[in-house]
C-alpha cells in the first residue's frame, strides 16, 4: 500500500483514492495496512470479495467490520458468477449474479461491486466476449436487474486471454468493453486475465477501455445495435489461439507514456474498423 500511495504521488495524484487488493485474505493481513499516513487512509478502501458459490469468509467478515468502524469503502470483486459452477448452467449463474452483488453489501458492507460477468473464457482458443447469445443476455438481464431495483454501483472489469502488443489484444478489450455503458456499468480494472509473463500489462488497456466506452456512448449504441456490432466484430476474434503478448518494454514507450509505433498501426486499424461499423470516437 506504500508503493501504490507513492504511485499516484509520483504521477501528481497524491490525494487520489487507492484500495488494496489482498493477496492473503487473512484478518490481520487485511487489516495490517489501515495507516493514514502510509497506508490505507479513510478514503482509501480494500476489496473483500464475495467467494464463489455465494459463499462468505469469516475473515473478510472481520475486516469487513474494522473497515467499516475506520470509515473506509469496501469494493466487491467476486458480485458475479460462473458458469458450471455450483449454480449451474447460464440461468443459474444469471440468478447467482444478482444475488452476490445484494449479499455483498449486507454482510461486507459494499461501496461499489462488479456485476453482470455470467461466464468464463476457459481455453487457449478465443470465444468472443459478448457474443454467446445467453451469456449476453444473462449479463443484460443482470445489470438491468440491479440498476433497477437495487441501489449498488455496478462496475465492469474483466481480463482478456491475450497479452499487450497484440492485434487480437485491442479486438477483445474492445468486444468486452462495447456492452458495458450499455449495461450501466462503469469501466474499472482492465488487465490480462491469464497472465503468461511478467510486466505484461501497460497503462494503454486501460486507455482503450474508456476510449471504445466513449465511442459507444456518443454513437448512442442501445442493445439492439451494440448487438449487431459485436456480433460482426466477433468474426474477426472467434476461434483464434491467444497471443501471448509482449513485455511492456517492447510495446510502450514507458518514457513518453505511449504505445509505440507496431502497435500503434494496430490500434488505428482496429479502432477503424469499429468506427465503420458505427461507434464514434468523435
Known amino acids: 500500500m506504500a508503493w501504490m500511495r507513492e504511485g499516484v504521488r509520483k504521477a501528481g495524484r497524491p490525494g487520489m483514492a487507492v484500495a488494496l487488493y489482498p493477496i492473503s485474505t487473512r484478518a490481520s493481513a487485511l487489516i495490517a495496512p489501515m495507516d493514514p499516513d502510509y497506508g490505507i487512509r479513510r478514503t482509501d478502501g480494500v476489496m473483500l470479495s464475495t467467494l464463489p458459490d455465494m459463499k462468505m469468509e469469516q475473515d473478510l467478515l472481520t475486516a469487513a467490520i474494522v473497515y467499516s468502524d475506520y470509515g473506509a469503502f469496501a469494493v466487491n470483486g467476486g458480485g458475479t458468477e460462473s458458469v458450471g459452477g455450483f449454480c449451474g448452467d447460464v440461468d443459474g449463474a444469471l440468478v447467482a449474479s444478482v444475488a452476490k452483488p445484494i449479499a455483498g453489501y449486507l454482510v461486507y458492507r459494499h461501496g461499489w461491486s462488479y456485476v453482470g460477468g455470467v461466464g468464463r473464457i476457459t481455453n487457449s482458443v478465443l470465444k468472443a466476449a459478448g457474443t454467446n447469445r445467453r451469456s449476453a443476455r444473462a449479463r443484460s438481464v443482470v445489470c438491468q436487474a440491479l440498476n433497477k431495483y437495487a441501489n449498488l454501483v455496478g462496475c465492469y472489469g474483466a481480463g482478456w486471454i491475450c497479452g499487450p502488443g497484440s492485434e487480437t489484444y485491442l479486438r477483445e478489450i474492445a468486444l468486452g468493453t462495447i456492452t458495458a455503458p450499455i449495461n450501466g456499468l462503469n ?92 461507434l464514434d470516437f468523435g
Open 187 to 278: 469501466m474499472v480494472s482492465a488487465r490480462h486475465h491469464r497472465a503468461m509473463m511478467n510486466a505484461g500489462q501497460t497503462p494503454f488497456e486501460a486507455e482503450w477501455m474508456a476510449e471504445v466506452a466513449r465511442a459507444v456512448q456518443r454513437a448512442g449504441l442501445d442493445r439492439a445495435s451494440a448487438s449487431r456490432v459485436c456480433e460482426q466484430f466477433a468474426a474477426t476474434v472467434n476461434g483464434k489461439p491467444a497471443e501471448a503478448g509482449q513485455h511492456i518494454d517492447q510495446c510502450y514507450d514507458l518514457v513518453r507514456h505511449r504505445i509505440k509505433p507496431e502497435w500503434e498501426a494496430k490500434y488505428q486499424r482496429v479502432k477503424g474498423e469499429l468506427a465503420t461499423l458505427g
